[in-house]
């Protein structure tokens, strides 16, 4: 099966999350917080470096449980400053906001 390149928002929703997760991790060993998350140190620097844009949720989701962060708090950073959100519906941290 062929893969399809990426789309440029797609490219800059994965930099938005590497800089979110780096950031997250603070001076925490890449090492520690990969093997707490269940993934290798290669995958987890992927990740932070943009390389992998696209990590599955589960993975996504362990490393954010990792570093402390929500999983609303991550979709709001990739998604901020008109980066394309995949739905219409807003999601709930604007939610929050609003109220």
Do not use: H, N
Not at 37 to 50: H, V
Not at 51 to 72: C, E, K, M, Q, W
């Amino acid at each position: 099966m062929v893969r399809l390149p990426l789309t440029p928002a797609e490219i800059e929703r994965g930099r938005r999350l590497g800089v979110l997760l780096r950031r997250a991790r603070g001076p925490r060993p890449m090492l520690q917080v990969a093997l707490d998350a269940g993934l290798s140190p290669e995958t987890l620097r992927k990740i932070e470096t943009g390389r992998v844009a696209t990590p599955a949720f589960s993975t996504i989701a362990a490393i954010a449980a990792v570093v402390g962060l929500s999983l609303d708090d991550v979709w709001a950073e990739i998604t901020r400053d008109g980066a394309r959100r995949t739905t219409d519906a807003p999601s709930v941290v604007d939610a929050a906001r609003a109220s």
